[in-house]
């Protein structure tokens, strides 16, 4: 069984999706298990983790109501306002959901790089860690120090570095590549951190080539091993290069020199144990 360790659902009429574009001809309409189901069935991929892409709990609950209703989700990722200690009341009742599986503030559309490390929101780290629950990390090659920091500070946190931490694939020169893979190699080493093989080819050229890819994808390896990889679409946000079908294609051909159980892990095993995925 494959397992699609991140993907989207959303509705924009919902109206809380204040990144998207307005009239955006791939991103800005409604994306439903239908529209996945295809690319699902032609890759083998039977279960997915469906994650937040709004800042707000009424998504969650929206989405907890499509997992509710398709059996391909095997777990949802949510948002709570980590600036309300008040919410933590919300977040435990959420966690009583067998479906909800942890949350994810979008740290990469904060203004403030250290915002993770403010003290006023520190009770929703230990909140997540007292509920048993995950955090998925959303950032950029310059929030790596912060996480490391953030990370270290709670070692019993389940937490999982998403897109790999964005790494500057359209603008690739040394210096670039260099800090995002020391910035990972730190975090392979001295944190807990799993990490998410997906959101790769957006980072990527408009017209991208499977060799400007493979570094990161070597680098991600190497560091973290396939027992702390996971791979994700990132669908409908990885249809702006490709379909479904062509990233998990391209997925593979990038871990085909792979033993057969470190590819298990990746395409299935290590979600599965992360997330804590049933049959």
């Known amino acids: 069984m494959f397992i699609d360790a991140h993907q989207h659902f959303w509705n924009p009429a919902r109206g809380d999706y204040g990144w998207m574009p307005d009239n ?14 295809s690319g699902m069935k032609s890759t083998g991929v039977s279960k997915t983790i469906v994650v937040q892409a709004a800042p707000s709990v009424e998504e969650t609950h929206y ?11 095997a777990g949802v990722v949510g948002w709570i306002n980590f600036e309300d200690p008040q919410q933590h009341a919300v977040l435990k ?3 009583k959901h067998p479906l909800f599986v942890g949350v994810r503030p979008m740290i990469q559309d904060i203004p403030d790089d ?11 780290y230990e909140a997540i860690i007292e509920l048993d629950l995950t955090f998925d990390c959303l950032g950029f090659p310059r929030h790596l120090p912060h996480f490391h920091t953030l990370l270290t500070r709670y070692p019993q946190m389940r937490c999982v570095l998403n897109h790999c931490m ?8 040394a210096d670039n590549f260099n800090t995002w893979s020391s910035g990972m190699s730190r975090l392979a080493e001295e ?3 799993f990490c998410k093989l997906s959101g790769l080819v957006t980072e990527s050229p408009v017209l991208y080539t499977e ?4 570094p990161y994808t070597d680098h991600v390896i190497s560091a973290f091993g396939a027992n702390r990889i996971m791979w994700g679409s990132d669908w409908p946000v990885s249809r702006l290069r490709c379909e479904y079908e062509h990233w998990f294609d391209l997925a593979t051909r990038l871990t085909n020199h792979l033993e057969s159980a470190e590819k298990k892990a990746i395409f299935s095993q290590t979600a599965r144990v992360f997330y804590r995925v049933e049959d």
């Open 166 to 173: 964005k790494p500057h694939i359209q603008h690739h020169n």
């Open 63 to 73: 989405l907890l109501g499509i997992a509710d209703a398709s059996a391909a989700v």
């Open 211 to 214: 060799q400007q890819i493979k």
């Open 114 to 124: 250290t915002w993770m490390l403010k003290p006023e929101v520190q009770w929703a």
């Open 191 to 193: 944190t807990n951190a």
């Open 93 to 95: 009742l959420l966690a």
């Open 24 to 37: 955006d001809p791939i991103l800005s309409r409604p994306y439903l298990p239908a529209d996945i189901a």
